[in-house]
């Protein structure tokens, strides 16, 4: 771990507490290598952003606008982020799944950014996750120094944000001030080691720089400074234009021919986050700046390091740096632009390369701003901080050095130069005061466990999609057929019951976690713990499983359908979640575990094969012709423009499977079948029952049903014949199944299941009822698919295949 007690702690409180955390602390403290050995090495599944492209490229992590999809405008409090027409607010299905499975977001370079994009960020997380926590819950680790440089806001964005926020920095925003975040700062300092410049820097940083200190730091004061052409001395200056014209000035006075370096650019990588020149000129004798760590093994080089070009070809440039003694061949490096997907297999959230910047890793450096100069680290600079026009620039500036000796003032640095806000000071001196140690850690661990542990027995949330489902019931009870009520009301009851209990032992927990260890260390809490699980484990089975199965519904409104649907797909992706705690954590409490739980529960539903609902009702006993109507219905409405209910209503579909109508006087008696829809539809539905008649043997008294007439006109009886045979010997006869339908007034549909039956006697080839490629394709679709009725798979496969195919492959795979 690291060597000092800071680092230890602030590693703690992100690996074993929710609390959110501001890690701040001086430049050179080690904040950006704590950064990257997080992403290493932490259990939490976690996401990484900074306010820029550059930044976000170096934290290799993403831009809060890109991840968020926040508007570049000042985001107001009380204004609906949706509603705005600058950007895109659809979040698409992963980056929704990596905000509900995320425990963790770090915020790199957080002094720059604004308040109200830090609310933004808590209004977005609270859409996703829990919308009545802070960060929806959500542990935020926001890494940077205030007294470095600030957020950008203009004159007329701040006219807009000032009725809401003191000052612009992200601790004036309503979330941060919600929060309760700790604040732990990073002391040893790794880049210089001289006490006295150290000292100097302390003062700068806390604008109360000392007349000796002044007097000592103006030593360094060297008006006509030219440097030696070998010696690797960086001019930071605070405007970019003034950099750049010495850069060029520079770059012409050198005799000798320029070569150009064109990056490669691959995928997505934004121009704005380009790290250096897209085409770099450079020349022999040149002064450049490595920007970036040397990727190879030998860390030859690091982003910051100073050297002069000794040699130029078309893959490659020599450097040479003061001091050393090798020379650096310098090859192009990769920088990587992501983002972050859930990977299929382990759920975990992983970095997406999405786009490269290849290109050699140096730029022009006789002179950088001080703005692109935080995180680096000089060995020499020149400071011209005359004009230095916001807070922290000077003491950015000042803190690039590694050493007193190193540095060199263009200017006197007086006390007037060193901008600092009073509101940063004002924050830094009180979270000085407050400063957490192991007790306030303690705390906060035992917290953290509680409150996962009152997470695993929360059935609150149900409360939600139970009232719904009940509620939609009875508004439309005409509407809906099945059963509903009774389940629900027992499985209400059930969540009553969950609540009291729940409660009761969140309050027995909070007790004995008084005088007790950590929840997880202690005997007693996990002896309490298990007989918890064993107790709702047992009781969610009997009271909720149990109680699903035995709901069912169907109904002809599309709108009711889908909010009916819609309340049972969340009560069930919840009980599968609890489910899944209970199951995995049988053993006792391990938060470690839980974690690993909670990211998998939120893939539940998106794991488990889709299921259309509306289910046959088992209040007839002529199931299979209450599918073929609801067929023969779907078909007119689609050939007809229309919505399925117009064709005829679900009550209507009931009462004609009861009382089997073969005649148009039969069918006008049937509720809901008036004299228009019966001249319309009446000769296609009487036509399905006849057939499903005739194949179940159903014995109607009617030989021949006339269609056309008002009455059916009875004739004396015949012998039986099987009427599956009949079809067989006109298709032998070389007819077609639109010709037997014809010539024996049934529907085609009729005649194909009856030909059918003949497969397995080889009297009927599959190819003679169906194309070969359709049946070799819904051999391998259906096997994959999850519905009861022909119906719901027909909504879950492509269009070509007909009502008709989907039968006949479901006989045949049901048959092997």
Not at 467 to 483: A, F, T, W
Request: hydrophobic residues 40%; glycine residues 4%.
């Amino acid at each position: 771990m690291a060597d000092n007690k800071e680092l230890e702690l602030a590693w703690e409180f992100v690996n074993n507490t929710n609390r959110s955390i501001f890690l701040t602390g001086k430049a050179g403290t080690g904040k950006t290598t704590f950064l990257h050995r997080l992403k290493m090495d932490c259990l939490k599944r976690l996401v990484v952003v900074a306010p820029t492209g550059v930044a976000a490229i170096n934290a290799k992590g993403v831009t809060i606008h890109s991840f968020f999809q926040m508007p570049f405008g000042p985001i107001l409090p009380d204004t609906d982020l949706n509603a705005s027409k600058s950007f895109n607010r659809k979040f698409n299905k992963t980056k929704i799944d990596i905000i509900r499975s995320m425990d963790l977001l770090v915020i790199d370079e957080i002094s720059m950014v604004r308040a109200d994009l830090l609310d933004g960020i808590d209004r977005t997380l609270r859409r996703f996750k829990n919308r009545n926590k802070v960060f929806g819950g959500v542990q935020v680790l926001m890494i940077g120094d205030l007294q470095q440089l600030s957020p950008v806001i203009k004159e007329s964005e701040w006219h807009l944000l000032k009725p809401f926020y003191k000052n612009g920095f992200f601790f004036s925003s309503l979330a941060y001030q919600a929060c309760d975040a700790v604040t732990i700062e990073l002391k040893h300092i790794y880049r210089q080691d001289n006490p006295v410049f150290i000292n100097i820097l302390n003062e700068i940083r806390n604008n109360v720089l000392s007349e000796a200190s002044a007097t000592e730091l103006n030593k360094r004061y060297i008006p006509d400074f030219t440097p030696k052409p070998d010696a690797g001395y960086i001019s930071l200056t605070t405007h970019n234009n003034k950099a750049e014209a010495t850069n060029i000035t520079e770059l012409n006075k050198i005799d000798g021919r320029n070569r150009f370096y064109k990056a490669k650019v691959e995928g997505k990588f934004p121009e704005y986050a380009f790290p250096n020149n897209e085409a770099l000129e450079l020349k022999v004798g040149a002064q450049v700046m490595f920007v970036k760590n040397d990727s190879n093994p030998e860390k030859r080089y690091f982003n910051g390091k100073i050297g002069k070009i000794i040699h130029l070809d078309q893959d490659e440039v020599v450097v040479h740096c003061p001091d050393d003694e090798f020379n650096i061949v310098t090859t192009p490096e990769v920088w990587e632009n992501i983002n972050y997907t859930v990977d299929t297999e382990t759920k975990a959230i992983s970095e997406n390369k999405i786009g490269s910047y290849t290109q050699m890793p140096l730029r022009l450096a006789w002179s950088i701003t001080i703005h692109k100069s935080q995180g680096l680290t000089f060995e020499k600079a020149i400071i011209d901080a005359q004009g230095a026009f916001a807070h922290g620039q000077t003491y950015v500036a000042l803190s690039r050095c590694k050493s007193l000796e190193g540095l060199v003032l263009k200017s006197k640095i007086h006390s007037s130069q060193i901008i600092s806000d009073a509101n940063v000071i004002t924050f830094n001196k009180n979270a000085e005061a407050n400063e957490p140690d192991e007790a306030v850690l303690e705390l906060s661990q035992k917290n953290f466990q509680l409150d996962l542990i009152v997470e695993v027995f929360d059935f609150y949330p149900f409360l939600y999609p139970a009232n719904r489902i009940l509620d939609v019931y009875y508004k439309n009870r005409g509407s809906i057929e099945g059963n509903v009520e009774v389940p629900l009301l027992a499985i209400k009851t059930a969540i009553t019951t969950f609540l009291k209990v729940s409660n009761g032992f969140n309050a027995q927990l909070k007790e004995l976690s008084k005088t007790e260890r950590l929840p997880d260390a202690s005997a007693l809490i996990q002896e309490r713990f298990k007989k918890a699980i064993a107790y709702f484990k047992v009781e969610t089975e009997t009271h909720f499983v149990e109680q699903l199965k035995l709901l069912n519904f169907t109904t002809d409104n599309q709108t009711i359908d889908k909010d009916l649907v819609k309340a049972l797909d969340l009560l069930e992706e919840l009980l599968a979640a609890k489910i899944l705690f209970f199951n995995g954590l049988t053993d006792g409490f391990s938060a470690k575990k839980l974690l690993e739980l909670r990211a998998k529960s939120k893939f539940l539903a998106k794991d488990k094969p889709k299921k259309a609902r509306k289910t046959v009702i088992d209040g007839t006993a002529n199931v299979e012709l209450f599918e073929l109507l609801r067929v023969l219905r779907n078909e007119i409405a689609e050939k007809n423009d229309l919505i399925h209910y117009q064709v005829f209503n679900q009550k209507t579909l009931y009462e004609m499977c009861e009382t089997l109508p073969l005649s148009k006087a039969e069918l006008l008696e049937v509720n809901g079948m008036g004299k228009t829809r019966v001249e319309k539809y009446g000769t296609e539905i009487l036509k399905v029952i006849k057939g499903y008649c005739d194949e179940n043997d159903i014995d109607t008294n009617v030989d021949k049903i006339d269609f056309t007439e008002e009455k059916a006109v009875e004739k004396p009886k015949k012998p039986k014949v099987d009427t599956k045979k009949v079809s067989l010997e006109l298709h032998k006869a070389g007819k077609t199944i639109f010709e037997i339908a014809k010539e024996r007034d049934l529907t085609t549909n009729t005649i194909f299941r009856h030909l059918s039956n003949f497969i397995d006697s080889g009297e009927i080839k599959i190819s003679d009822l169906i194309p070969l490629d359709h049946y070799n394709e819904l051999k391998e679709i259906i096997p994959k698919k999850t519905f009861e009725t022909v119906t719901d798979l027909k909504q879950q496969v492509d269009k070509k295949y007909s009502y008709d195919e989907l039968r006949l492959v479901l006989k045949v795979l049901n048959e092997t």
